[in-house]
């Protein structure tokens, strides 16, 4: 797995224009703005990142392909883009596939196949843990977040630590998803948890040596 | 002395207002059917002779994400599956009210639930997909919780304006899906695991989010709600 490495899904795009986020304001050019500003600080802090899409394609990847990209990559943390008009802060996501009894999601274990639509199991603890560190990072920063599991894809067919976030409006400060300076408060918490996340993964890898 | 052509002009005109007003009158006479059929699709009121009891909505909020178990007085129909439609649709309605912790819009939502009694066979039509197979044989082996003896599947048909109509997102699409898996736990006990269609066909999402091609197994609200508000510590 490569630890500094980040897979960031801006969803939908082309003819999929996501929620209607304002006066012709879509989904899927908020998702690729926010990206766009995430894997900035991202680059910044030293990570690696590949996105799904970085333009807004008029035949975009389906959802399989986005998740066979990601996959690909063995990424240290593969992160999916969504934005709403409802709600409020950020929302976390993680699959709601039920965990294995054992923790398999090891490098020994890599090549073992496993079924497509389920293939996020075996990552479903570190998902959570994942989830939590982004959760306390947000909370840090003063920005309210909601964690918890949704049937979305492709976080199920995703073989790496998989979250889902989802930018709402701050209702409290009445600030849009568009706002350029709340996507960069987000995308600097996310940034410093996944700082701590890499950090934490090469210090389990030292140890383990 | 009136002329000949102003006296024609004149009827005319007469005919012509005539026929408006027929026009008029009967498409006001349509468009009251259709609100009347729209009406009895949602029977928002219950039958007369049905018996009043408690019955719990598992009710969403969009400002932390929970799903909250509330009580409500409502006398349904005592057929299962009836009574388990006028339950969702009143479920729904509860949405569209003013001030709605989730707001939805109004309108009919539930078409039909189908209560099938598990395991489903190959030649159980509702619950097959449209290449004939039981739908349960092309689930992830993860998602689909081992049913008990005596335990059913509902099978959930959504309008298709509602799922067109929907709030489009990830927190709004799945909490109305939690709610509705969650008021069948909490409203019929040997219901186990909950399926989607919209207008009679499987979707992909509700719209554009939330996955609807998977078997939902049913779930305590109020443990989901726990959860998040754990790991939002």
Same mark, same amino acid.
């Given at each position: 797995?490569? &630890?500094?490495? $980040?897979?960031?899904?801006?969803?939908?795009?082309?003819?999929?224009?996501g929620a209607t986020l304002g006066d012709r304001v879509f989904e899927k050019d908020v998702t690729l703005a926010f990206a766009a500003r995430l894997r900035t600080a991202l680059t910044a802090a030293g990570f690696t990142v590949v996105l #799904?899409?970085? !333009?807004? %394609?008029?035949? %975009?990847? %389906?959802?399989?392909? &986005?998740?066979?990209?990601?996959?690909?990559?063995?990424?240290?943390?593969?992160? $999916?883009?969504?934005? #709403?008009? #409802?709600?409020s802060g950020v929302h976390i996501y993680t699959s709601t596939l039920t965990p294995p009894l054992e923790d398999t999601a090891s490098e020994d274990s890599a090549f073992i196949p496993t079924p497509w639509d389920?293939? /996020? !199991? +075996?990552? $479903?603890?570190?998902?959570?843990? @994942?989830? !939590?560190? @982004?959760?306390?990072?947000? =909370?840090?920063?003063?920005?309210?977040?909601? *964690?918890?599991?949704?049937?979305?894809?492709?976080?199920?067919?995703? #073989?790496?630590?998989?979250?889902?976030?989802? @930018?709402?409006?701050?209702?409290? *400060?009445?600030t849009p998803v568009t706002d350029a300076a709340y996507q960069l408060r987000v995308a600097? +918490?996310?940034t410093?948890?996944?700082?701590?996340? &890499?950090? /934490? =993964? @090469?210090? !389990?890898?030292? *140890? +383990?040596q | 002395m009136i002329p000949r052509y102003q006296r024609i002009l004149f009827w005319v005109l007469a005919a012509a207002i005539l026929v408006m007003a027929l026009v008029l009158l009967r498409g006001c006479e349509q468009a009251r059917e259709k609100l009347t059929r729209q009406r009895n699709e949602t029977p928002l009121a219950a039958p007369v002779d049905a018996p009043g009891g408690t019955v719990h909505l598992a009710m969403a909020s969009d400002a932390d994400g929970s799903i909250t178990l509330v009580d409500r007085e409502v006398a349904l129909p005592v057929e299962a599956s009836t009574r388990a439609r006028t339950l969702l649709a009143r479920l729904i309605a509860e949405y569209s009210?003013?001030?709605?912790?989730?707001?939805?819009?109004?309108?009919?939502?539930?078409?039909?639930?189908?209560?099938?009694?598990?395991p489903l066979h190959t030649s159980t039509a509702a619950g097959s997909n449209a290449s004939g197979?039981?739908?349960?044989?092309?689930?992830?082996?993860?998602?689909?919780?081992?049913?008990?003896?005596?335990?059913?599947?509902?099978v959930v048909n959504l309008h298709g304006s509602f799922a067109d109509h929907h709030p489009s997102g990830v927190e709004p699409e799945t909490l109305t899906i939690q709610s509705i898996v969650g008021t069948l736990y909490a409203n019929f006990p040997r219901v186990q695991q909950v399926r989607f269609l919209v207008d009679g066909h499987p979707r992909e999402t509700l719209n554009g989010h939330a996955d609807l091609t998977r078997t939902y197994p049913v779930a305590n609200p109020s443990t989901q709600t726990i959860q998040t508000a754990q790991e939002d510590r």
């Amino acid at each position: 797995m490569a &630890r500094n490495l $980040v897979v960031l899904d801006p969803a939908h795009g082309g003819p999929d224009l996501g929620a209607t986020l304002g006066d012709r304001v879509f989904e899927k050019d908020v998702t690729l703005a926010f990206a766009a500003r995430l894997r900035t600080a991202l680059t910044a802090a030293g990570f690696t990142v590949v996105l #799904t899409r970085d !333009a807004d %394609p008029a035949d %975009p990847a %389906p959802s399989d392909d &986005r998740a066979e990209i990601a996959n690909r990559a063995h990424a240290t943390a593969c992160v $999916v883009l969504h934005a #709403t008009a #409802t709600g409020s802060g950020v929302h976390i996501y993680t699959s709601t596939l039920t965990p294995p009894l054992e923790d398999t999601a090891s490098e020994d274990s890599a090549f073992i196949p496993t079924p497509w639509d389920s293939a /996020q !199991a +075996a990552y $479903v603890r570190q998902s959570r843990r @994942l989830a !939590a560190n @982004l959760s306390s990072a947000l =909370a840090g920063s003063s920005l309210p977040a909601i *964690a918890g599991q949704a049937p979305l894809r492709p976080l199920d067919n995703l #073989t790496c630590p998989a979250v889902a976030i989802e @930018l709402a409006p701050l209702q409290s *400060a009445g600030t849009p998803v568009t706002d350029a300076a709340y996507q960069l408060r987000v995308a600097g +918490a996310l940034t410093g948890a996944l700082r701590t996340w &890499r950090d /934490q =993964a @090469l210090s !389990a890898q030292g *140890a +383990a040596q | 002395m009136i002329p000949r052509y102003q006296r024609i002009l004149f009827w005319v005109l007469a005919a012509a207002i005539l026929v408006m007003a027929l026009v008029l009158l009967r498409g006001c006479e349509q468009a009251r059917e259709k609100l009347t059929r729209q009406r009895n699709e949602t029977p928002l009121a219950a039958p007369v002779d049905a018996p009043g009891g408690t019955v719990h909505l598992a009710m969403a909020s969009d400002a932390d994400g929970s799903i909250t178990l509330v009580d409500r007085e409502v006398a349904l129909p005592v057929e299962a599956s009836t009574r388990a439609r006028t339950l969702l649709a009143r479920l729904i309605a509860e949405y569209s009210y003013k001030n709605s912790a989730h707001p939805l819009e109004s309108g009919p939502a539930i078409d039909d639930v189908f209560l099938l009694d598990l395991p489903l066979h190959t030649s159980t039509a509702a619950g097959s997909n449209a290449s004939g197979q039981d739908s349960s044989a092309a689930l992830p082996a993860a998602t689909v919780e081992p049913h008990q003896p005596g335990g059913q599947l509902a099978v959930v048909n959504l309008h298709g304006s509602f799922a067109d109509h929907h709030p489009s997102g990830v927190e709004p699409e799945t909490l109305t899906i939690q709610s509705i898996v969650g008021t069948l736990y909490a409203n019929f006990p040997r219901v186990q695991q909950v399926r989607f269609l919209v207008d009679g066909h499987p979707r992909e999402t509700l719209n554009g989010h939330a996955d609807l091609t998977r078997t939902y197994p049913v779930a305590n609200p109020s443990t989901q709600t726990i959860q998040t508000a754990q790991e939002d510590r």
